[in-house]
């Protein structure tokens, strides 16, 4: 398990800065979703599936953040190139062993959400936002062991 203070410093702060997204909400839910994905970093590929990374993209969720949202916004495509080496959609292991661009790809699938960002200091509302824009209603997360694993994480 990552250190999660560490995590916020290091990975999720200068990542979100560098995308021009930093919110103290939008870090809480990007900590939420690694707690419940990963075991906060514990695993980096999926045990009996495709997943990877520390917030356990699917690569045909990433296929499609890139070719259906990131190369139609001339912005996002330009700081994702300038702060993230991408001048092209790199491969998806990438998201296995950059934990910055992990991060990024993570705060662009939520940024394709229309709802604005759970209150960071609501535990339900961060599981509500995770479960409805990243798990998804089919998803295996449940709610008790998702709340447990992010209260785990955070007071490690």
């Known amino acids: 398990m990552l250190n999660v203070q560490q995590l916020k410093e290091l990975i999720i702060k200068p990542t979100l800065l560098d995308l021009i997204m930093f919110s103290d909400d939008a870090?809480?839910?990007?900590?939420?979703t690694c707690a419940v994905e990963s075991w906060g970093g514990t695993y980096l590929k999926q045990i009996q599936g495709p997943a990877l990374?520390?917030?356990?993209?699917?690569?045909?969720?990433?296929?499609?953040?890139?070719?259906?949202?990131?190369?139609?916004?001339k912005d996002l495509s330009l700081i994702m190139a300038t702060n993230f080496d991408c001048g092209r959609?790199?491969?998806?292991?990438?998201?296995?062993?950059?934990?910055?661009?992990?991060t990024a790809m993570c705060r662009i699938h939520y940024l394709r959400a229309l709802e604005p960002l759970p209150n960071k200091a609501d535990v339900q509302s961060l599981w509500n936002y995770y479960k409805n824009h990243y798990n998804t209603l089919e998803g295996a997360a449940v709610h008790d062991e998702s709340i447990h694993k992010y209260l785990s994480f955070v007071n490690n």
Not at 27 to 32: D, P, S
Not at 89 to 102: G, Q
């Open 27 to 32: 870090m809480e839910l990007l900590v939420f």
């Open 53 to 73: 990374g520390i917030y356990q993209m699917e690569p045909a969720t990433y296929n499609d953040i890139w070719q259906n949202y990131i190369n139609n916004k």
């Open 89 to 102: 959609i790199p491969d998806e292991d990438r998201l296995i062993y950059d934990l910055r661009f992990a």
